[in-house]
């Protein structure tokens, strides 16, 4: 396509402009993608360079080390202590003892069984004294997975402590030679409060979040590549064990029987009514909730604060109570078809939860009443925020409130909050309790449901891999596929739109 | 005189306009409460079964809340009030200094750190919620001792919701900051005595939503209880009265639960409002 | 730069605390048949450890286990809430009473039936010792390790004490797997007097419809997502659908299923004019009355809830017939029961004491103890024949039996995608959709076979 200098620009008219935006940002997408793998090609160069560098830093340091160095090599932390800095000395010390002591104890048992994840299952053994069968366990599976990641993460951990300890000593005796003093322990407490407080104000919340976050999300991954379902659980009834690829196969080439169409069709299907309703739900919203916070800001409007309290009221009620009632307000039998069927204006129950269209508009319009007291909330403080004088000479110009609106209130507000709506459409594309709670996902999708479990019309990814994990098969290695496939799409959704959002790249402009 | 009639037609537009934003606010606002007033009414109801066919009761009483305070809500009420206030302090001391520190320090790991934590927020947490069961069981931090572990896992996975405060930090002035350090403060005293008295707004905003998230939670709260009572949590407890045998005799009670639920929150949250908005329009917006 | 490292360490010891405690809990799995599934439970189960212990040494010695299984257990027993107090009355009355010096220390929980399958399969380690669950959730147990064979005195108590349909329901592969509890876990009809005023009406669906549409009101009947009650059609046109097991309990050997056949073809005609009627709403539960229901389908469970709403106008009836090209077919149902399960323990003692526990609590007294308390109908032969044991309820539940097909142990899957015949029989225009629709059923049939 051409390229349009800034000049050049200017002088198309509106339509050709919006042309041309949709056609560059169409384009920019391959670009896009193609710089990110670009990026991380490079990325991965640099970091492999980056590791035989440090090898051989390691044997440098070795071979030219004092014998405080070298030693050290062994007995971490020696070089620390030899040269006065024993806090941080017994520190390294004593991480390499517990090291040690895990692995010898427990470390290597699951280290050596995460090739497998366990040979023996349990057992159902009769006793004819007692008269009685009981179960004899042998392997666990799933504790195989889980402590073996952790004892690799660990394991992680040290070498990475180790090559921080050889470091240090090569730095050491620099400092030695040039005739500096060295930091003493006192020094390094101090500057945990200073010049490395981030460190401190990181360390707990970063240990938080690797292992309850980083670690689940790892097993999670892993899970996608074993045969982890309700029938082989790894404990009370079989173990479970590493098929390679096989489920990514299944999901995108195997028609599930019974069901009128493939897994990937079902899954194309599910993700294109996600999308669509994370559209819907957070532009309804975001529209909506601006314009009633722009009603109740307007001049001359009174009580502004009641309208906004009450409003606000219905954020602080948990939503399983009030989604709950609303969900059988709506049902056939429910209190909106009874009143109108007394009133005389319909015939025939109106079908809100079993037709499939019905259904979709229904949760939106739902997920409107949820959204817009956040929204009114958010734009409330952002619309003030506007200058006044922006308005006031729009005014003089002879703008009318269309126009004004058009022309300052919303590319303000979009420029303001454009990280928000990204987060919020993702937010959106996994929103689990507005579903769960008020459809379950039904109405029945008839074509898709099969062998593999039912799907409904209102089924986000999210509800249908929680269908997945509790369906009567627990077939939590489909759900890890789908998880990933699921983050695959968000991920790619956020690439794209970070890289045509301008508030999001220039991060430091905003301060 | 014309530009007097001009005037008095810019008026009366106004006015009818504001007529038209008046009748609008009322119908919102009806509709918006309707459902909590009837919630409200479904609880002063004496004869049970779940649906009937009207909303004023024919029977007024204080039977459910009588009946709720015999049964083991108390209990469930305790176990969540306790999980909000300890998430309340915690959640929010990691997330001020998860958000504080990406804000203002510029470090060789903040970029990658940054990024990393977003790519972690795309996985589903559906998934991983099995697997935190299974490391709290193992911990033995389940079923009975269902508090401190819920406690524990809301804490530890808090640091990933750090934007919106990190983007509230990102509007107070940088120049505080090095003023400050050019009279010769440390980082902790700029923090301490500088910045969170600024913050104040999304510190409260940060404790109230923090305080507000396990009200609800019942997914991941009915795991880890896994069918014992005394680790339940308001949600899943009102949730086991919701069983199609149960539905019928406890759905009036139910209502009261929920009462008594947004009861405490409803009102801290009126109170804290003008913070809870500075909060979010100083944070939300900038992620 | 350098004291970067000191907060790496820091991070890292957190970590090898985190690990360490970990450590030391798993280790006792890592040798085995200890016991991994006990580990972070209460207080309750190191004890029931120290009895296993002991048990080992003496079970070698000894061949007589009457005064062997004394000794207290601490158990944890999940039961719906109405049954909480009775139960924990019924358990004490078990401790003062039994023969073999069994004490039971059982913490009764509120569970529902669903919850506790869910839950157990789930994770056994942590689930209740003794539970309550509906039948249709057997091959998942099974499947998931949470129940095992009774032994062979327990079993042939069971299946000397109870009515057939429960014992079969209990049975897999050959062998019972849980104790019959109840046996009246079906459903028939409960009508509204007051609209259905015409009771030569009440045989013929066809006739109810017409009944509901006159007056305005509803016809509920949970067909849209509940394979249950969708078989009800089925088993009325004269379909079957049986399952046989392997020895293990869970490997299906044979499927004899005759859905997909020109009785089939009935049945969906039959259902299509329920589904297509305006009167038609998709509900099983009683409460439905209050919002303009005149008929419920539904089962034993909704009669106290239905008589408060209804009172004197309160009508309960067998199922009616629909009629297709002339012929008239009876509406089948399932007649099913609730289980009690027994979670397979590590130890041969504490299994036996609990199987004593389990025959006492599904015995004839405590089961005629249930029914005055919950209405619970019995499976017990004794029980059953007792005059007492009667409401209007479990008499047209009785004469709905004559037409109903004794529940077996069926798959998880099947009922999911069972359900979905009423969603294509609904879309369908005519008998090719129904067709279709069979067709696809079949073919997830045949999948379960692999």
Not at chain 3, 127 to 152: C, E, H, N, P, Y
Request: glycine share 10%; with cysteine.
């Amino acid at each position: 396509m051409k390229r349009y200098s800034d000049m050049e620009f200017l002088r198309l008219s509106k339509w050709q402009k919006f042309l041309y935006k949709l056609v560059s940002f169409l384009v920019g997408i391959p670009l896009g993608i193609g710089r990110f793998f670009k990026k991380i090609g490079i990325a991965v160069k640099n970091g492999v360079l980056r590791v035989v560098s440090e090898l051989k830093d390691i044997g440098v340091t070795f071979v030219h080390g004092d014998w405080k160095t070298k030693v050290s090599y062994v007995v971490m932390g020696f070089g620390n202590i030899a040269r006065g800095q024993v806090l941080r000395g017994l520190l390294f010390l004593l991480f390499e003892a517990v090291f040690i002591f895990y692995m010898v104890t427990t470390g290597g048992y699951w280290l050596s069984k995460l090739g497998t994840l366990g040979t023996q299952g349990p057992e159902s053994v009769y006793d004819p004294i007692y008269d009685t069968n009981t179960t004899v366990y042998h392997d666990n599976s799933f504790k195989i997975l889980l402590y073996g990641v952790l004892t690799i993460f660990f394991i992680v951990a040290f070498i990475y402590t180790w090559w921080v300890n050889v470091r240090q000593n090569k730095l050491a005796e620099q400092i030695i030679k040039s005739g500096k003093k060295l930091k003493s322990g006192k020094d390094d407490l101090k500057s945990l409060v200073d010049d490395q407080f981030h460190k401190t104000l990181l360390a707990l919340p970063m240990v938080g979040i690797l292992v309850f976050t980083v670690l689940p999300i790892v097993f999670m991954v892993l899970v996608a590549f074993t045969n982890y379902d309700g029938s082989h659980n790894g404990y009370s009834n079989a173990l479970f064990t590493w098929v390679g690829l096989k489920n990514f196969s299944t999901l995108f080439s195997w028609s599930s029987a019974g069901s009128t169409q493939s897994m990937s069709a079902t899954f194309g299907e599910i993700l294109v009514w996600t999308l669509m309703w994370a559209f819907f739900a957070t532009f309804t919203n975001y529209f909506l909730g601006m314009g009633v916070a722009m009603a109740i800001n307007k001049k001359g409007i009174r009580l502004k604060k009641m309208w906004r309290t009450i409003l606000v009221m219905t954020v602080a009620i948990p939503q399983f109570i009030s989604l709950l009632y609303v969900s059988k307000m709506f049902a056939a039998d429910g209190l909106i078809n009874q009143m109108l069927l007394s009133l005389g204006w319909i015939k025939q129950a109106l079908p809100f939860w079993t037709d499939p269209t019905w259904a979709r508009i229904t949760v939106i319009i739902i997920n409107i009443w949820i959204g817009i007291p956040y929204l009114m909330l958010i734009t409330t403080g952002i619309l003030m925020n506007i200058p006044a004088d922006l308005y006031e000479s729009a005014k003089i110009d002879g703008a009318n409130a269309w126009q004004q609106f058009h022309k300052i209130t919303l590319p303000y507000m979009l420029f303001i909050t454009g990280p928000y709506l990204l987060t919020s459409f993702t937010g959106n594309m996994n929103n689990f309790n507005v579903i769960y709670l008020l459809t379950g996902g039904g109405p029945t999708n008839a074509a898709a449901s099969g062998a593999a479990g039912t799907v409904g019309h209102t089924d986000l990814l999210i509800t249908w891999l929680f269908k997945i994990t509790t369906g009567s098969d627990s077939q939590y290695y489909l759900a890890a596929v789908v998880g990933i496939m699921v983050f695959v799409v968000v991920a790619i959704i956020s690439l794209v739109v970070y890289n045509v959002l301008p508030s999001i790249k220039n991060e430091e402009d905003y301060q | 005189m014309k530009n007097e009639k001009r005037h008095m037609g810019l008026k009366a537009t106004n006015r009818l306009s504001n007529t038209a934003i008046y009748i609008l606010l009322v119908v919102i606002s009806v509709v918006w409460l309707l459902p909590f007033v009837f919630i409200l009414l479904q609880s002063f109801r004496v004869e049970s079964t779940w649906q009937v066919g009207y909303v004023i009761p024919q029977q007024w009483g204080f039977d459910n809340y009588i009946r709720l305070w015999n049964s083991d809500f108390k209990r469930w009420y305790l176990n969540t009030l306790i999980i909000a206030l300890f998430s309340a302090v915690l959640v929010t001391v990691i997330q001020l200094c998860m958000s504080y520190t990406l804000s203002r320090f510029r470090f060789k790991m903040r970029g990658p750190l940054m990024r990393f934590m977003l790519i972690l927020g795309m996985f589903p947490g559906m998934l991983t919620m099995i697997i935190l069961y299974r490391v709290l069981a193992d911990l033995g931090l389940t079923q009975a001792n269902a508090v401190p572990g819920l406690i524990l896992v809301g804490v530890a996975s808090s640091g990933m919701g750090y934007y919106v405060s990190k983007g509230f930090f990102d509007t107070i002035p940088k120049s505080l900051d090095e003023a400050a350090r050019v009279d010769g403060a440390t980082r902790f005293q700029v923090l301490y005595k500088i910045i969170l008295p600024l913050a104040k707004p999304i510190v409260i905003y940060t404790i109230l939503t923090a305080f507000m998230g396990p009200w609800g939670d019942f997914v991941f709260a009915r795991y880890v209880a896994m069918g014992t009572s005394a680790g339940y949590n308001v949600a899943v407890g009102m949730y086991s009265w919701l069983t199609n045998d149960q539905i019928n005799s406890w759905y009036t009670t139910f209502c009261a639960g929920g009462v008594m639920v947004a009861l405490p929150v409803t009102i801290l949250f009126l109170c804290l409002q003008k913070y809870y908005v500075e909060g979010v329009t100083g944070g939300a917006v900038k992620g | 730069m350098k004291v970067r490292k000191f907060t790496a360490l820091l991070l890292v010891l957190v970590m090898v605390l985190a690990l360490c405690a970990c450590g030391s809990g798993t280790e006792q799995s890592s040798e085995p048949s200890t016991q991994p599934t006990q580990q972070g439970s209460s207080s309750g189960t190191e004890q029931s450890g120290g009895d296993n212990e002991q048990s080992g040494g003496d079970s070698e010695q000894q061949g007589d286990t009457g005064s062997e299984l004394a000794g207290t257990y601490d158990i944890t027993v999940w039961v719906p809430e109405a049954a909480v107090e009775l139960t924990k009355t019924q358990i004490g009355n078990f401790n003062s009473s039994n023969e073999y010096g069994i004490t039971i220390n059982a913490t009764v929980e509120p569970v529902s039936e669903a919850d506790a399958a869910n839950n157990m399969i789930t994770d056994v380690a942590a689930g209740g010792d003794i539970f309550f669950f509906a039948q249709d959730q057997l091959s998942r147990m099974i499947q998931a390790g949470a129940v095992g064979k009774l032994g062979q005195g327990a079993a042939q108590t069971v299946s000397a004490n109870n009515d057939a349909g429960t014992v079969m329901a209990a049975t897999a592969g050959g062998d019972i797997y849980a104790y019959p509890l109840t046996s009246d876990n079906g459903y028939f009809m409960y009508y509204d007097k007051s609209v259905i005023t015409d009771e030569s009406h009440l045989g013929s669906m066809e006739a109810l419809i017409a009944d509901c549409e006159a007056a305005g009101k509803l016809f509920s009947f949970q067909l849209d997502d509940n394979a249950w009650y969708l078989a009800s059609f089925f088993f009325g046109a004269g379909c079957h659908n049986e399952w046989t097991y392997a020895e293990d309990g869970t490997t299906i050997e044979k499927i004899d299923d005759d859905f997909n056949s020109p009785n089939g073809i009935i049945a969906c005609k039959g259902l299509k004019k329920l589904l297509s009627s305006p009167a038609y709403n998709n509900s099983s539960d009683v409460s439905a009355f209050a919002n303009g229901s005149a008929i419920v389908v539904s089962g034993t469970w909704g009669y106290k809830d239905a008589l408060d709403i209804l009172g004197d106008n309160l009508g309960a009836a067998e199922l009616p017939s629909f009629e297709v090209d002339g012929q008239s077919y009876h509406l089948g149902s399932y007649s099913g029961c609730k289980l009690l399960g027994v979670k397979p323990q590590e130890d041969a003692k504490t299994g036996a004491a609990l199987n004593q526990l389990a025959l006492y609590l599904t015995g004839k007294d405590c089961q005629m103890e249930r029914f005055q308390e919950t209405t619970w109908g019995p499976s017990n032969l004794e029980a059953q024949a007792d005059p007492s044991v009667s409401t209007p309820a479990l008499v047209a539940y009785a004469a709905q039996s004559a037409y109903a097909v004794p529940q077996p142990v069926i798959p998880g899957g099947w009922w999911e995608f069972a359900q979905v015949i009423a969603i294509d029989v609904k879309n369908a225009a005519d008998e090719t959709g129904y067709q279709a629709a069979l067709d696809k059923y079949q073919q997830s049939l045949d999948a379960l076979m692999g």
